[in-house]
Nanobody, 121 residues
Framework: QVQLVESGGGLVQAGSSRRLSCAAS????????VGWFRQAPGKEREFVAA????????YYPDSVKGRFTISRDNAKNTVYLQMNTLEPEDTAVYYC??????????????WGQGTQVTVSS
């Protein structure tokens, strides 16, 4: 079993940066890929970023490529999402997930409760 807790959300201004954290419990966390997804009101859940088990491979959709960076510190059981040049369109609840990965949310078995990011214009 893996339990995930996101943190770092909040209200930010457009153009600013924010770093989200996903803290995991469970000895097998280092075996899993980790992904970040987001869901805005009235919209489908959207893939944001993913990283493989050792941090060497990362994946992003075009909408965030070059602005968002995913990384992980397996010694701390934590995955990060650095978000730069935020836009109002980035406003959503952000979730981290652990599983086989990468872009398909059905490939993830464990999910956090989410953290709200609101970007004001």
């Amino acid at each position: 079993q893996v339990q995930l807790v996101e943190s770092g959300g909040g209200l930010v201004q457009a153009g600013s940066s924010r770093r989200l954290s996903c803290a995991a419990s469970g000895r097998t966390f280092n075996h899993y890929a980790v992904g970040w997804f987001r869901q805005a009101p009235g919209k489908e859940r959207e893939f944001v970023a993913a990283i493989n088990w050792n941090g060497r491979d990362t994946y992003y959709p075009d909408s965030v490529k070059g602005r968002f960076t995913i990384s992980r510190d397996n010694a701390k059981n934590t995955v990060y999402l650095q978000m730069n040049t935020l836009e109002p369109e980035d406003t959503a609840v952000y979730y981290c997930a652990a599983g086989r990965g990468y872009t398909d949310d059905t490939s993830y078995a464990y999910w956090g409760q989410g953290t709200q990011v609101t970007v004001s214009s």
